[in-house]
């Protein structure tokens, strides 16, 4: 139970900063005059980076502190 309140709790920080990072990232590739239609593909590959990343980030810490919870 306390595993998932905390991985809801850091889901909820993570989220935020996910999308600001990836807005953040497309403006860059934008002001680097790249064409839009390059743009939309990295953005693309971009999303789903990020998704795996934060997604693989988020159980790992959720199991930890599943484990430490139950200790």
Known sequence: MFGLLSMAAALAVVIPA???????????????????KSVVVEGKKLTVEIARTVGKILIKEGNLVAVVGIC
């Open 18 to 36: 996910t999308i600001v990072t990836w807005i953040s990232v497309l403006v860059l590739l934008t002001f680097c005059e790249m064409p839009r």
